[in-house]
């Protein structure tokens, strides 16, 4: 949910009447598709990238070796 929020990248649903309802919207509306996969692309190429991974995996480390 998170993700989605920050990400501005998908839709969020809380039963099948609702997914039925985005899935239609979506399907109907090419520019929110585009949109949102441009959003959601921009977002991952942001927080998700090799250097950022060696970056947490780094701290994690670290701290691991402060708690010996």
């Known amino acids: 949910v998170e993700h989605v929020n920050l990400s501005g990248g998908g839709l969020l649903y809380g039963d099948p009447a609702?997914?039925?309802?985005?899935a239609s919207r979506l399907l109907s509306s090419p520019r929110l598709r585009r949109r949102m996969g441009d959003?959601?692309?921009?977002?991952?190429?942001s927080h998700f990238n090799w250097e950022r991974v060696i970056q947490s995996i780094r701290c994690t480390l670290v701290e691991l070796a402060r708690k010996q």
Do not use: A, F, Q
């Open 39 to 45: 959003s959601g692309r921009r977002y991952v190429r």
């Open 18 to 22: 609702e997914l039925e309802s985005e």
